[in-house]
């Protein structure tokens, strides 16, 4: 291990996968209760909650580790404050810990969500930013201690490098972009227009731009691309992610009483929104068609160039082929939403922060050469699995869509009757994907025990 700052790194990653498989399981969990009601003692909407706050808080503490990582060794230095980085680390843990077993004591008790000091104890009920106030502020804290730390990393060496603005920026960005779910108005089209804020622009807007930057780091570090070229095109990516995503967040606002001219802002530039994203498939193809020779850590690069393709597949085109407004007035809030939802994100964040781990823990690890046959098999179970997940859950869309939206039928005639099949195949293949998970979690928590191959 070159930098002990790289063992903080390292906590994290582990943090991330362990919370990787409880994401899984509560998914697998809710994806049978669309089959039995009943299954399990907590009910759909806790374990839904569960389900999508584990996918933030996991892939948001693997940005974290990458950027750990990326900080000391575009820097060449260890972290301004390594006690600083293990006490965010803990603190992170401990939040985490608390928010999750405040969820599953209202989820058996919903009385226990009491109101104490003009807010919800363990819950504040608005979806996707579900977590109660003072675990808001703890949040706030914890990122504002990991910024810190890693500007005055790069204010004490004095090494600038285009991939650290990049990232340092997109995290910045989160942070700021998190102040928005922190208040509430009493009018329902306010309080969603500034709560999309937060949702949209975090996955289409900051996190791209994190994205990006890592994107760079992992093409320079496998294929030793010219970091001059790469910063370029990541400049390029970044500014057309946040010049349509910004803007594209006007496909939220269609339906719920802003203005008619976020018919037209959110429809044009939401279909623009693939264009950077088909460029960054581009420049991951284009830099690997340039390197001669064989690339050692060939899972580094498979789930790389995964991660490029997946992107533009789930955030771009999963997404444009229903964020029309001639569209949208009928999908909206169907399955269509949730398979663009799976694909998007399993594509754009999920493979980025499993490729960052295998491109980075050799390092950490000191470990030359290691067994990468786990890796490509949890890539593929993964993989295949989520295809058809998804192919499911679209399908599902397109019968909803069609019964209640065209026809009329009532939600609970077309989910238990019509769609029962889709759910059977969601659940199987769902299943299909926790074994990829559980072998990349053995993988990834005995890395470099098991002799290369």
């Not at 909407?45 to 503490?61: E, F, G, Q, S, Y």
């Not at 910063?231 to 203005?259: D, Q």
């Not at 580094?300 to 533009?312: K, P, Q, R, S």
């Not at 799976?342 to 960052?356: D, E, K, R, S």
Request: proline content about 3%; overall charge neutral.
């Amino acid at each position: 291990m070159q930098y002990q700052s790289h063992k903080i790194a390292q906590n994290f990653y582990t943090a991330s996968v362990l919370l990787f498989l409880v994401q899984v399981v509560v998914g697998l969990i809710a994806a049978l209760q669309f089959i039995w009601p009943d299954f399990f003692i907590l009910n759909f909407n806790t374990i839904r909650t569960l389900h999508i706050n584990a996918l933030v808080v996991w892939l948001l503490m693997g940005m974290m580790g990458a950027t750990y990582y990326v900080v000391t060794e575009e820097s060449e230095s260890e972290l301004w404050s390594v006690p600083l980085a293990q006490l965010q680390f803990w603190a992170t843990v401990i939040a985490v810990t608390a928010v999750v077993a405040g969820y599953i004591v209202m989820g058996l008790n919903p009385q226990t969500n009491t109101e104490i000091f003009g807010t919800r104890a363990l819950n504040e009920g608005r979806e996707y930013i579900e977590a109660p106030r003072w675990a808001d502020v703890l949040i706030v804290i914890s990122v504002l201690l990991f910024l810190f730390n890693c500007l005055m990393t790069v204010f004490k060496t004095k090494k600038f490098t285009a991939v650290q603005g990049v990232l340092l920026g997109g995290l910045t960005f989160l942070a700021l972009m998190y102040l928005p779910g922190m208040f509430y108005t009493n009018n329902m089209v306010k309080d969603q227009f500034w709560w999309w804020w937060v949702v949209h622009l975090w996955v289409e807007g900051s996190w791209e731009m994190i994205a990006a930057a890592l994107l760079a780091f992992m093409l320079h570090k496998l294929l030793g691309a010219d970091v001059k070229v790469l910063a370029k095109w990541m400049y390029i990516e970044t500014g057309l992610v946040l010049f349509t995503g910004i803007l594209g967040l006007g496909h939220h606002y269609y339906w719920i009483g802003t203005p008619e001219y976020w018919l037209w802002v959110g429809g044009v530039f939401s279909s623009l929104e693939p264009i950077p994203l088909l460029l960054m498939v581009w420049d991951a193809f284009r830099t690997t068609r340039e390197v001669r020779g064989v690339v050692p850590n060939r899972i580094g690069l498979y789930l790389t160039v995964a991660h490029a393709i997946f992107n533009f597949v789930g955030a771009g085109l999963w997404g444009v082929i229903h964020t029309l407004p001639q569209v949208n007035k009928w999908t909206h809030g169907t399955q269509i939403t949730t398979a663009h939802g799976h694909l998007a994100f399993y594509g754009a964040y999920v493979l980025l922060i499993i490729a960052m781990i295998y491109v980075t823990l050799p390092s950490i690890k000191g470990v030359k050469e290691f067994n990468q046959s786990r890796g490509f098999q949890s890539f593929w179970w993964m993989t295949v699995s989520m295809i058809f997940i998804v192919i499911a859950i679209t399908g599902a869309g397109m019968v909803q869509t069609y019964l209640e939206r065209l026809l009329g039928l009532d939600y609970v005639t077309v989910k238990a009757s019509y769609n029962l099949w889709f759910w059977i195949f969601r659940a199987l293949f769902g299943v299909g994907f926790l074994v990829g998970v559980l072998i990349l979690v053995k993988d990834i928590l005995g890395f470099g025990q098991k002799p290369a191959a």
